[in-house]
């Protein structure tokens, strides 16, 4: 008797079955991706290069969200809360999940418990650009200008925590000087108030500052990375500008999901990611703005967020420059 219901349940378990509707193959509806800067800089770029890239591949619309706002944490944290599903993304890396860390006394989130790195997507160079009001040609002319005029300057940045943040105000530490830090919400305002003359310098990515240069607008004064920039071959490093001190500062980019979401669906999104990357015609658009895209697997990705995790935290809670 007991063996009959046991049967019979079994064969009322499989007719539920039978009759539910098999389960939507990810993804069956568009996915958001966001940018947790404001429009105009390189994140917002990147990210469209890659929603529009990977949309045809899933077969969905991937919609681009800018949210900016506190160097990247209030679209980090809206990324954080959503639902590991696959259908929520953000484009961070190292400032908006890593630099954060080191100028946030209360990280509304946890970096590296709150999200799983789907895909690293590039690295960008940074350039220390100066007004053209001041009246200098090179970095060394700057540093002479800025001592002899102790807390008449300052620079600005996209935000508290941002890789031009921390790379403008390493610079400061190094070469010793007194600036004021003038936070925006984003790249466009500070680099406006730059070519007004209202700012005195900054740091940011070419796709930012790089027709400015171009055009005399502002005048640049060193690039920190390794190498020059092809598209700029003329800026030095600065390390050729008379600055070694200065340390290479190169932010890169990944997208992020919330921890719960599941393998298979990150895998899906690495795949589609890595075949954009690994397009000919991408490649060419990254370069034209001096992105050097990465690619890889999702454990490499996790890796690396951990290495640089462990490299820079420290660094920059060591420049007591938390808000």
Known sequence: MLQAN????LLAGAALLAARPA???YPDRPIRLVVPFAPGGSYDTTGRLISEGISPQLGQPVVLENRPGAGGVVGSLSVARSQGDGYTLVLGGLTAQILVQGVNASLPFKPMEDFIPVALVAKVPLILVAAKRLGVSNAQELVRKLKAEPGRHNFSSAGNGTSGHIA???FVDVA??????IPYRGSAAGLADLLAGRVSFLVDTPSVVGEHIRSGAVVAMGVLSDSRIPT??????MSEAGLPGVKNLEPWQAVLAPRSTPADVV????AAINSVLARPETRERFAAIDLTPMGGSPEQAARF???ENDRWVPIVRAMNIVT
């Open 6 to 9: 046991r049967r019979s349940l």
């Open 176 to 181: 010793q000087i007194e600036a004021t830090h």
């Open 232 to 237: 700029l071959p003329d800026v030095p490093t």
């Open 23 to 25: 389960l939507a193959a």
């Open 168 to 170: 403008a105000q390493h």
């Open 305 to 307: 967020f951990s290495e």
């Open 267 to 270: 895998a899906r999104l690495n």
